[in-house]
């Protein structure tokens, strides 16, 4: 009997399905890429798959699943990607050189046949028209396929028309926004195709968009096409075999990170990791700048894996060469303080008494200019303009501000990366990871937008620890559209530089001197009295001179590049200002200017008079100028504390010894009358007085402050009272006034006239501010009250004696003579000029005050002849006395004292 000769028994393993009845089988590889066969399964028919027009051919369209397509591949899918299998070929078509035959799950026919298992399901068809009747295998499938026919399986069941067909979205409309949807989240995927080592194409699950991911942060060695034909790269196939063997067809998880053209980048999660860590430590691949920012599962692992295929010098790093490190571990790491910002990518940190290092931030690339134009050149006609790059640059004035407002004056940790050698003119830089609070400098100044990432050669590893870190904060400023990567117009800040223009410098001195205390940031501190301000109210540059002082100046360069030697002490004076207030926001009062164009006024430092602390270490004198100023007594004050304790500039000085006073008895009253105009009486007795020597000044004055105010009249309602500030304000008379606030309730002001002693409550319309060229000439209204008498405590009699005191003496020239001090103000005799009459004799003969004892020899004389005056208005029974002698009792609480 003859048999029919059985096809021979294949294996290999499962590569891809291509659909319900179609499967790619890799076999034994044997010295390269493993070789494929596509097998048909015999006697059936699937359901066809989905097909997306081929945009290179003319009038391709697409096409859409079969019932049950999608599943009959799934089935197929599950089952059988990576497994082993056995298979026969029952036949080869001619021409087409496809072949058919019969797929088993495991090492030999004797495993579950592929085909039944499909028939059974009902998720293909059996072709009846080519089944033998003699054949019991091809008659089990008709069998089994009435079976599943009977049972409704699959195919063969109930179901509308359209469902079990997939919605197919093939090309992504808007993939930024297609990304940004899906939040950073994992998406399920399976993976249909491997175009290299680090590119696929996914089915993103369950609403089937067909997408291209790129890996991010990685790429494997490529295909590049010569002509027609592609040529791979070293280790290109074998990258590709390493991704394809591990992901293709395999559910997997998909983090959309980005976009490059119309392809996605993210991280496939296998499994057993991330495939893009898998490559990098096997040596087929190379971390990439450009997408490293978009990594979100950790660019440090990735780095790492890098770092570790360099070490063992796999496939594409054999001839790898690590870069020689060039700092020292004991010198890598150390913190300090920050005393300016230099630039938008450098700092200057002080790390030691008088010690300070510059330190760059690794890896930052600053704000750059603008591309000129021939629009930007300037005309033969027009001056050339000073370059100020901090102000004109684009974004570099922002990114100066946010690291001063940040750092000048704060403790930061510094953590040296590398140091990049001098070239093109440049000196050698320090490059270095700069932290305060945990927070990467470099990270948040780019993720404003104020700075780019450099972007280096694929073996330069010359770059900042934290480099990835910078790279996503960069994408992160992208995406937002803040900063340089804005589609704004870039801020413009156009500011007036009048330092040394003395032009410019007169047309600004009204403004800042009307403005009182005015905001201002240390640009440059030239000596410890001299800096360079910016004024950002007025938006100008000036040439600042601390007034009241005369300090020291350090070695300058001088004509014919010599240089001019310091003061001594010069140099600790301007290094105590610029640790001070060296990019410092400090407050300052512009007084004056002199020839040169530069302003004099004083600068508070946290409210502390930068003038007084200079002087305070002896680092400055005090100027005889500061005699007229508000501060002089504190001046005074501080330079007698520097001599005490020999600071700096009085480290020599010897003071000179007290001529002794010898004690030759009791003092004579001495007897300096000054001539007085009595400008204001109060109640209880006490009076203010001008010094008629100086009645011009203040008539000046007067005339000046008037004269500014007309020619520059305030705003009603711009100026907003404090407690305790000078101003000036308009009396009932329609005048202007030097004043000062005592007290501001809801509706009132109550101010003091410094200058004629009375006082007022009023609108806060009818104040202003009070220019400091006003502030110089001290009060002229100083306070008394008339020595060795004392107020009456009867009310009716307190009014009678102020009363009669207003009379004799108001609006009239008296002299005065200072007899003792009090708190405050001094107590004093007042004569009539005419006749030299003692006023308060005078009101002690009338029995209008009662006579008060003191016990110094020298006033005696003066005590008795108030006495006597007293005895005789008793004996007069006059006013006080008229009912008889109230101080008998000797009691205090009577209101006398002896």
Same mark, same amino acid.
């Given at each position: 009997?003859?048999?029919?000769?059985?096809?021979?028994?294949?294996?290999?393993?499962?590569?891809?399905?291509?659909? #319900?009845?179609?499967?790619?089988?890799?076999?034994?590889?044997?010295? #390269?890429?493993?070789?494929?066969?596509?097998?048909?399964?015999?006697?059936?028919?699937?359901?066809?798959?989905?097909?997306?027009?081929?945009?290179?051919?003319?009038? &391709?369209?697409?096409?859409?699943?079969?019932?049950?397509?999608?599943?009959?591949?799934?089935?197929?899918?599950?089952?059988?990607?990576?497994?082993?299998?056995?298979?026969?070929?029952?036949?080869?078509?001619?021409? &087409?050189?496809?072949?058919?035959?019969?797929?088993?799950?495991?090492?030999?026919?004797?495993?579950?046949?592929?085909?039944?298992?499909?028939?059974?399901?009902?998720?293909?068809?059996?072709?009846?028209? =080519?089944?033998?009747?003699?054949?019991? +295998?091809?008659?089990?499938?008709?069998?089994?396929?009435?079976?599943?026919? =009977? /049972?409704?399986?699959?195919?063969?069941?109930?179901?509308?028309?359209?469902?079990?067909?997939?919605?197919?979205?093939?090309?992504?409309? +808007?993939?930024?926004?297609?990304?940004?949807?899906?939040?950073?989240?994992?998406?399920?995927?399976?993976?249909?195709?491997?175009?290299?080592?680090?590119?696929?194409?996914?089915?993103?699950?369950?609403?089937?968009?067909?997408?291209?991911?790129?890996?991010?942060?990685?790429?494997?060695?490529?295909?590049?096409?010569?002509?027609?034909?592609?040529?791979?790269?070293?280790?290109?196939?074998?990258?590709?075999?390493?991704?394809?063997?591990?992901?293709?067809?395999?559910?997997?998880?998909?983090?959309?990170?980005?976009?490059?053209?119309?392809?996605?980048?993210?991280?496939?999660?296998?499994?057993?990791?991330?495939?893009?860590?898998?490559?990098?430590?096997?040596?087929? !691949?190379?971390?990439?700048?450009?997408?490293?920012?978009?990594?979100?599962?950790? !660019?440090?692992?990735?780095?790492?894996?890098?770092?570790?295929?360099?070490?063992?010098?796999?496939?594409?790093?054999?001839?790898?060469?690590?870069?020689?490190?060039?700092?020292?571990?004991?010198?890598?790491?150390?913190?300090?303080?920050?005393?300016?910002?230099?630039?938008?990518?450098?700092?200057?940190?002080?790390?030691?008494?008088?010690?300070?290092?510059?330190?760059?931030?690794?890896?930052?690339?600053?704000?750059?200019?603008?591309?000129?134009?021939?629009?930007?050149?300037?005309?033969?006609?027009?001056?050339?303009?000073?370059?100020?790059?901090?102000?004109?640059?684009?974004?570099?004035?922002?990114?100066?501000?946010?690291?001063?407002?940040?750092?000048?004056?704060?403790?930061?940790?510094?953590?040296?990366?590398?140091?990049?050698?001098? !070239?093109? +003119?440049?000196?050698?830089?320090?490059?270095?990871?700069?932290?305060?609070?945990?927070?990467?400098?470099?990270?948040?100044?780019?993720?404003?937008?104020?700075?780019?990432?450099?972007?280096?050669?694929?073996?330069?590893?010359?770059?900042? /620890?934290?480099?990835?870190?910078? $790279?996503?904060?960069? *994408?992160? !400023?992208?995406?937002?559209?803040?900063?340089?990567?804005?589609?704004?117009?870039?801020?413009?800040?156009?500011?007036?530089?009048?330092?040394?223009?003395?032009?410019?410098?007169?047309?600004?001195?009204?403004?800042?001197?009307?403005?009182?205390?005015?905001?201002?940031?240390?640009?440059?501190? *030239?000596?410890?009295?001299?800096?360079?301000?910016?004024?950002?109210?007025?938006?100008?540059?000036?040439?600042?001179?601390?007034?009241?002082?005369?300090?020291?100046?350090?070695?300058?360069?001088?004509?014919?590049?010599?240089?001019?030697?310091?003061?001594?002490?010069?140099?600790? @004076?301007?290094?105590?200002?610029?640790?001070?207030?060296?990019?410092?926001?400090?407050?300052?009062?512009?007084?004056?200017?002199?020839? #040169?164009?530069?302003?004099?006024?004083?600068?508070?430092?946290?409210?502390?008079?930068?003038?007084?602390?200079?002087?305070?270490?002896?680092? &400055?004198?005090?100027?005889?100028?500061?005699?007229?100023?508000?501060?002089?007594?504190? $001046?005074?004050?501080?330079?007698?504390?520097?001599?005490?304790?020999?600071?700096?500039?009085?480290?020599?000085?010897?003071?000179?010894?007290?001529?002794?006073?010898?004690?030759?008895?009791?003092?004579?009253?001495?007897?300096?009358?000054?001539?007085?105009?009595?400008?204001?009486?109060?109640?209880?007795?006490?009076?203010?007085?001008?010094?008629?020597?100086?009645?011009?000044?203040?008539?000046?004055?007067?005339?000046?402050?008037?004269?500014?105010?007309?020619?520059?009249?305030?705003?009603?309602?711009?100026?907003?009272?404090?407690?305790?500030?000078?101003? @000036? @304000?308009?009396?009932?008379? #329609?005048?202007?006034?030097?004043?000062?606030?005592?007290?501001?309730?809801?509706?009132?002001?109550?101010?003091?006239?410094?200058?004629?002693?009375?006082?007022?409550?009023?609108?806060?319309?009818?104040?202003?501010?009070?220019?400091?060229?006003?502030?110089?000439?001290?009060?002229?209204?100083?306070?008394?009250? $008339?020595?060795?008498?004392?107020?009456?405590?009867?009310?009716?009699?307190?009014?009678? @004696?102020?009363?009669?005191?207003?009379?004799?003496?108001?609006?009239?020239?008296?002299?005065?003579?200072?007899?003792?001090? =009090?708190? =405050?103000?001094?107590?004093?005799?007042?004569?009539?000029?005419?006749?030299?009459?003692?006023?308060?004799?005078?009101?002690?003969?009338?029995?209008?005050?009662?006579?008060?004892?003191?016990?110094?020899?020298?006033?005696?004389?003066?005590?008795?002849?108030?006495?006597?005056?007293?005895?005789? /208005?008793?004996?007069?029974?006059?006013?006080?006395?008229?009912?008889?002698?109230?101080?008998?009792?000797?009691?205090?609480?009577?209101?006398?004292? &002896?």
């Amino acid at each position: 009997m003859s048999t029919t000769p059985q096809p021979a028994v294949q294996r290999g393993i499962v590569k891809q399905i291509l659909s #319900g009845d179609a499967i790619v089988i890799r076999g034994q590889p044997r010295g #390269g890429p493993p070789p494929e066969r596509t097998i048909c399964l015999s006697n059936v028919t699937a359901p066809r798959l989905a097909r997306r027009a081929n945009p290179n051919l003319e009038g &391709s369209t697409e096409t859409k699943d079969e019932a049950f397509a999608w599943e009959a591949r799934e089935f197929l899918r599950k089952k059988l990607i990576g497994k082993e299998v056995a298979f026969t070929v029952e036949y080869k078509v001619p021409g &087409s050189g496809r072949e058919y035959g019969c797929v088993y799950l495991g090492k030999d026919t004797s495993a579950e046949n592929v085909t039944e298992i499909l028939v059974a399901e009902g998720l293909v068809e059996v072709r009846r028209g =080519g089944i033998k009747a003699t054949d019991e +295998n091809q008659q089990k499938l008709i069998q089994l396929e009435d079976t599943a026919k =009977g /049972a409704g399986k699959g195919k063969w069941g109930q179901y509308q028309p359209g469902e079990h067909i997939r919605n197919i979205t093939w090309t992504i409309e +808007n993939p930024r926004n297609f990304v940004d949807s899906h939040h950073g989240k994992p998406v399920s995927a399976v993976i249909e195709h491997v175009r290299d080592g680090c590119t696929v194409r996914a089915f993103l699950l369950p609403n089937f968009d067909y997408v291209t991911v790129m890996l991010s942060g990685i790429k494997c060695p490529m295909f590049k096409l010569e002509g027609t034909t592609p040529k791979p790269e070293p280790y290109a196939e074998e990258a590709k075999f390493f991704t394809e063997s591990r992901l293709l067809q395999r559910e997997v998880e998909i983090i959309l990170e980005g976009v490059s053209n119309n392809n996605l980048l993210g991280s496939v999660l296998h499994p057993k990791g991330n495939i893009a860590e898998l490559l990098l430590r096997e040596g087929f !691949a190379r971390c990439v700048d450009w997408s490293m920012g978009s990594v979100s599962q950790g !660019a440090d692992k990735l780095r790492t894996a890098e770092k570790f295929a360099k070490e063992k010098r796999l496939r594409i790093w054999k001839d790898f060469t690590p870069s020689t490190p060039t700092v020292e571990l004991k010198d890598k790491n150390f913190s300090g303080k920050v005393v300016e910002v230099v630039n938008g990518d450098s700092l200057m940190v002080k790390i030691g008494e008088n010690q300070y290092k510059k330190c760059f931030l690794s890896s930052v690339r600053p704000p750059r200019p603008a591309p000129i134009t021939d629009a930007d050149e300037p005309k033969k006609d027009e001056p050339k303009k000073r370059s100020r790059p901090l102000y004109d640059i684009p974004y570099m004035f922002e990114a100066r501000e946010f690291l001063r407002k940040k750092l000048v004056g704060k403790k930061v940790n510094v953590q040296i990366d590398y140091i990049q050698p001098p !070239a093109n +003119n440049f000196p050698e830089k320090t490059c270095c990871t700069i932290t305060i609070g945990g927070i990467n400098v470099a990270e948040a100044l780019i993720s404003k937008g104020l700075a780019s990432v450099i972007r280096y050669r694929q073996d330069d590893d010359q770059r900042s /620890a934290h480099y990835d870190e910078l $790279l996503a904060a960069e *994408a992160r !400023a992208e995406k937002k559209g803040v900063g340089i990567h804005s589609k704004k117009e870039p801020p413009i800040h156009r500011v007036a530089d009048i330092s040394g223009d003395v032009n410019k410098a007169k047309q600004f001195l009204p403004f800042l001197q009307r403005a009182g205390k005015s905001e201002a940031i240390v640009e440059f501190v *030239a000596s410890g009295s001299r800096l360079r301000l910016f004024i950002p109210r007025e938006t100008c540059l000036i040439t600042f001179l601390l007034a009241g002082i005369d300090c020291p100046r350090g070695s300058r360069p001088g004509p014919n590049n010599t240089t001019v030697p310091g003061d001594p002490c010069g140099e600790e @004076a301007m290094v105590f200002t610029k640790e001070a207030c060296l990019q410092r926001e400090v407050e300052v009062e512009v007084e004056s200017i002199d020839k #040169g164009g530069n302003f004099i006024g004083w600068m508070f430092v946290d409210g502390v008079n930068h003038s007084i602390s200079l002087v305070e270490e002896g680092l &400055s004198k005090m100027h005889f100028t500061a005699e007229r100023s508000n501060f002089y007594k504190a $001046l005074s004050t501080a330079e007698e504390r520097a001599k005490e304790l020999k600071k700096n500039v009085w480290a020599n000085f010897v003071e000179e010894k007290p001529v002794e006073e010898i004690d030759e008895g009791p003092q004579e009253r001495a007897v300096n009358h000054k001539t007085v105009v009595v400008t204001e009486v109060r109640e209880d007795m006490h009076f203010y007085a001008q010094d008629v020597e100086n009645g011009p000044k203040l008539e000046k004055l007067m005339e000046q402050l008037r004269q500014d105010m007309e020619t520059n009249p305030p705003l009603p309602g711009s100026y907003t009272p404090k407690k305790g500030d000078l101003c @000036a @304000a308009k009396f009932v008379d #329609g005048e202007w006034y030097r004043a000062k606030v005592e007290k501001v309730d809801k509706n009132n002001v109550h101010v003091f006239y410094m200058d004629y002693g009375n006082r007022e409550a009023l609108s806060p319309t009818r104040l202003a501010v009070l220019t400091p060229t006003f502030h110089g000439l001290p009060p002229q209204a100083k306070e008394y009250a $008339l020595a060795l008498v004392a107020v009456p405590e009867d009310e009716d009699a307190k009014k009678d @004696a102020s009363d009669a005191l207003y009379n004799d003496i108001l609006n009239k020239q008296m002299l005065l003579n200072v007899e003792y001090r =009090g708190q =405050g103000f001094d107590y004093v005799s007042l004569a009539y000029t005419d006749n030299k009459d003692d006023v308060a004799l005078g009101l002690i003969s009338e029995g209008l005050l009662i006579v008060e004892g003191r016990r110094e020899k020298r006033l005696q004389k003066l005590l008795d002849d108030y006495k006597k005056a007293q005895e005789k /208005a008793k004996a007069s029974r006059v006013n006080l006395w008229r009912y008889g002698d109230f101080t008998e009792d000797d009691a205090k609480e009577f209101g006398y004292k &002896s």
